[in-house]
């Protein structure tokens, strides 16, 4: 029998619906995915070098647990440069992934029983993390008409003497919404009135479109600082994710804390990863701005042709590669006789009879939702809406 644990666990569903996309695909069937959750672009050349050249002279063993030091140093120079946050190595620990990373934090953190309070809509693998690690998720609902942002009156009132940590997600996959200085400092007197930590997922902080900033929680004073840990990693900002390169920045405790769980649960970072990020971290920068302004066109054309078509609805997304549309006004509707219950039945039927896929609401705590990610190709984008809205043509 399996444990408990084990049985509550509910599958990633962007990676199910990826799965029927890829078999589709494997049948000869030409299927054009929204539903991708990382960049379509290869990773630089330079930093694959990097990676050769460990290869090459050996550097295949074992490394310190939490990542070797001149990685750690590049983390710290990218802080300083880029967000004016002064961390010192002891305060970095490398993973494997950042969801790996996040894994690491509720480890260190959460005893049986603990909240962790996460705004939805959220990222699919949160809740499961808490809950892997023994904590309770404790979900807030947040508005359409605060672009899918908690407010600090709403912290307010889900905290509980178990409450021990907040997870910020700015910019936001799925939503693509980005937190204000402003709201950030409300946030932030909650956090610290009540000692909570804050949990602040930043991997999408260099894919920022249009006048958005992206502001750290940690950069608004020593006090939030001390309670805040940043989960970053190489796999967006470079388009890394087989990479598998995660760092957080805290306080020297919990780094300390994560460390030693990661040196029995994981032993290191992959060596050879370890020196591509080196590479990413500290080389040229201008292959970031690059991938960065391809997905700003791609997001601008999206967000034209959606906000064009009937019953859907959506918020320019400020940073990330997803668009989050609202579906809500196709339920009532039926496809070829078919009632439109809900997102997943519609992401189904798109799938199946117009070969599009995207990503159903649910598994992100917004099931009236659907997850069209725009890293693919802008031909794949044209293609793709226009057989959506054949389809949409088709409802009555
Ligand atoms: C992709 C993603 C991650 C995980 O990144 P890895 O470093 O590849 O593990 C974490 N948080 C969010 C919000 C993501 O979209």
């Given at each position: 029998m399996l444990s408990r644990k084990a049985m509550q666990i509910t599958p990633s569903p962007t990676l199910s619906i990826d799965a029927k996309a890829k078999q589709l695909k494997s049948e000869g069937k030409d299927v054009i995915g929204f539903g991708a959750?990382?960049?379509?672009?290869?990773?630089?050349?330079h930093i694959k070098k990097a990676a050769i050249d460990a290869i090459n002279r050996g550097f295949?063993?074992?490394?310190?647990?939490?990542?070797?030091?001149?990685?750690?140093?590049?983390?710290?120079?990218?802080?300083?440069?880029?967000?004016?946050l002064n961390y010192q190595p002891q305060q970095i620990v490398v993973s494997n992934g950042a969801k790996h990373s996040l894994n690491n934090v509720f480890s260190a953190l959460l005893n049986r029983g603990d909240e962790v309070i996460i705004p939805a809509p959220y990222w699919v693998s949160y809740p499961e993390l808490v809950k892997?690690?023994?904590?309770v998720p404790v979900i807030i609902e947040t508005k359409k008409e605060h672009n899918y942002k908690v407010r600090a009156e709403q912290l307010e009132k889900a905290l509980t003497p178990r409450t021990k940590a907040l997870i910020l997600n700015s910019p936001s996959n799925p939503t693509g919404q980005i937190y204000t200085r402003e709201e950030l400092e409300e946030i932030a007197s909650v956090a610290i009135k009540n000692n909570l930590f804050v949990i602040s997922d930043e991997v999408y902080e260099k894919l920022i479109y249009g006048q958005s900033k992206h502001?750290?929680?940690?950069?608004?004073?020593?006090?939030?600082?001390?309670?805040?840990?940043?989960?970053?990693?190489?796999?967006?900002?470079?388009?890394?994710?087989?990479?598998?390169?995660g760092f957080t920045a805290s306080e020297p405790g919990i780094a300390k804390a994560m460390a030693?769980?990661?040196?029995?649960?994981?032993?290191?970072?992959?060596?050879?990863?370890?020196?591509?990020?080196?590479a990413a971290l500290t080389g040229p920068q201008d292959c970031v701005e690059e991938m960065r302004r391809t997905f700003e066109e791609r997001r601008n054309y999206m967000v034209a042709s959606i906000s064009a078509m009937p019953y859907l609805t959506c918020i320019e997304p400020q940073g990330a590669f997803y668009l989050f549309v609202n579906m809500k006004e196709t339920f009532p509707r039926r496809f070829r006789g078919i009632p439109v219950k809900?997102?997943?039945?519609?992401?189904?039927?798109?799938?199946?009879?117009?070969?599009?896929?995207?990503?159903?609401?649910?598994?992100?705590?917004?099931?009236?939702?659907?997850?069209?990610?725009?890293?693919?190709?802008?031909?794949n984008i044209r293609a793709g809406l226009e057989r959506l809205e054949s389809f949409l043509k088709e409802l009555h």
């Open positions: 959750g990382e960049p379509d672009f290869d990773t630089p050349a295949t063993k074992y490394t310190p647990a939490s990542g070797i030091p001149e990685l750690k140093e590049a983390v710290c120079a990218r802080l300083s440069i880029d967000n004016h892997l690690n023994e904590g502001i750290p929680i940690a950069s608004l004073g020593e006090e939030i600082k001390k309670l805040t840990i940043i989960i970053n990693g190489v796999s967006k900002t470079y388009a890394m994710t087989g990479w598998r390169i030693d769980i990661q040196s029995h649960n994981a032993s290191n970072p992959n060596s050879i990863a370890q020196k591509a990020a080196y809900n997102s997943d039945q519609l992401a189904e039927l798109l799938l199946e009879h117009y070969r599009v896929a995207l990503v159903p609401g649910r598994g992100f705590g917004a099931p009236e939702y659907a997850r069209f990610s725009y890293a693919t190709s802008m031909d």
